[in-house]
């Protein structure tokens, strides 16, 4: 018997259990037995061809099934199978060698200290607990100084990021962010007040970051990363901080670090459960050797989606601002090779091995990516400049718009209204007449429906309606609409007085 550790965005199709033990001696065999006990799920783990997903990685205990026989693996009784599908959520010299932790971790490159980097009098008494540590003082906080680390958000993980490393003393904090600060945002992100609430997060940020910190250099990059300018933007940096919450954005991160040679300092989180790593230093492996391809668009909720603790990328950026200063000194052993799992409810630390993929398309030997691409292409979604704007609601074939659905409830016509987000969301806000029916429960209920129904499918913005639509559209139901919008467009268009969350 294995136990099987299932991770959150996957504990919706076991009934909400973090773990299943299940018979089986491979480990294709016990997963073949999970996905037997919850049908739901094996979809979600296995692509039509009956493979594991490129976008789910599978470990036994610690090592990664793919670099031992894959899903014919042996599993012995009291072995651990787990499941670490990609999470939304933010100088190496790339080599062909399998990564291993170095003893010692030795700096991007090396400092040249200037005159600038030299200390003042008011500096030593500010870093004076560091000028104590034998592993830091003078020279240490000398190389702080000189450094420069390039942030890619300003949100939750840039949050404590900026902080910690203003505090610590790094003197030169990129920030790029567009986004302005709203309430959604307090919650985790302790950089910003409710005071900042409309501004400019890269305003918000940098104006706490100086105000901890005077003698920091903030740079401010007030852009979306794109192929255009992503490599002229990192190119001036040490070390970048992946802080970002979305797919097309972390790849199109790890791909400019590779090419131009930059540690990635990476972490993602969501609801209870984070992750942190650093990708593409010293040889060691970067984001594609651990997620090849992305997961589709909608498969992976996003933390607006599926929510966060406020506390959690607290403790995921302050893991990744200890490895970039360790990176910056020089010291310590770096998480290299070395995916570190965390689980807020269970309180606990895993860590797992990562490889260097040798099939890998841009660190790998055999390189096919040789410049950056069309990342939201990529990763199937549209482009910002695609999107429609928020004041704009386009409604296509198989929808339906809010202030239609409100027409149809006020002239009281036939039809069957369902709402398949979680029950704890219903609890907060709700469309009278709705019938509430979970997403990962909805297939369970597809026999209930008649086919000759006028069917509405709504849920918070959108994506999980539309999932459930073509749910019922394989089964055969032609008069199924999903709400364009959800509920957040029902706030926006229709009854102010329902809460927005």
Request: charge should be negative; include cysteine.
């Amino acid at each position: 018997m294995a136990k099987i550790l299932i991770p959150t965005p996957l504990r919706q199709f076991t009934g909400k259990q973090d773990s299943v033990t299940v018979a089986g001696d491979t480990v294709g065999s016990a997963l073949a037995n999970l996905t037997a006990q919850f049908p739901d799920l094996r979809k979600q783990i296995f692509n039509d061809e009956g493979k594991v997903r490129s976008f789910v990685n599978v470990y036994l205990n610690d090592e990664d099934i793919r670099y031992l026989s894959k899903t014919d693996t042996p599993v012995k009784d009291g072995d651990a199978i787990s499941l670490v599908p990609s999470i939304a959520g933010g100088s190496a010299l790339v080599g062909s060698a399998l990564a291993g932790p170095p003893e010692k971790a030795a700096p991007p490159e090396e400092v040249t200290l200037s005159d600038e980097a030299t200390l003042t009098k008011e500096e030593i008494l500010r870093y004076s607990r560091h000028l104590i540590i034998p592993e830091v003082g003078i020279e240490g906080q000398q190389k702080l100084k000189a450094a420069k680390v390039l942030l890619i958000g300003a949100g939750g993980l840039g949050a404590p990021l900026g902080l910690y490393l203003a505090a610590a003393g790094v003197g030169r904090i990129g920030l790029v962010d567009f986004d302005v600060v709203d309430f959604t945002n307090l919650q985790r992100q302790v950089i910003h007040s409710t005071a900042d609430v409309g501004r400019n997060k890269i305003d918000s940020a940098a104006e706490k970051m100086k105000g901890i910190n005077p003698n920091v250099t903030v740079v401010k990059h007030e852009v979306a990363l794109t192929s255009e300018n992503a490599l002229d933007i990192l190119k001036d940096y040490d070390v970048v901080v992946d802080g970002t919450d979305n797919f097309p954005t972390r790849y199109l991160v790890n791909d400019a670090c590779v090419l131009l040679g930059k540690p990635n300092v990476y972490g993602s989180i969501f609801r209870f459960e984070g992750q942190a790593t650093v990708f593409a230093y010293q040889g060691g492996p970067c984001y594609r050797c651990l997620y090849p391809e992305p997961p589709p668009p909608g498969l992976v909720p996003s933390c607006a989606e599926g929510g966060v603790l406020g506390i959690l990328p607290g403790t995921i950026g302050l893991i990744q601002a200890t490895e970039t200063v360790k990176l910056i000194l020089g010291i310590g052993e770096l998480l290299v090779g070395r995916l570190l799992l965390y689980d807020a409810l269970g309180m606990r630390f895993r860590e797992l091995k990562l490889r260097k993929n040798p099939e890998c398309p841009i660190c790998g030997d055999h390189r096919t990516i040789t410049k950056l691409i069309d990342y939201h292409q990529f990763c199937g979604v549209p482009s910002p400049n695609q999107a429609p704007a928020a004041q704009e609601t386009k409604v296509n074939e198989g929808e339906i718009g809010v202030i239609e659905l409100k027409e149809k409830l006020d002239r009281g016509d036939k039809f069957v209204l369902i709402d398949v987000r979680e029950p704890h969301e219903y609890k907060i806000c709700n469309i009278p007449g709705a019938k509430l029916i979970p997403l990962g429960e909805f297939p369970r209920h597809v026999g209930e429906f008649n086919r000759d129904d006028d069917i509405v499918i709504h849920c918070r913005s959108g994506m999980r309606s539309a999932k459930a639509c073509n749910v019922l559209r394989a089964a055969g139901f032609e008069h199924v609409r999903n709400v364009v919008g959800g509920i957040l467009a029902w706030s926006d268009q229709v009854d102010p007085s329902v809460p927005k969350y």
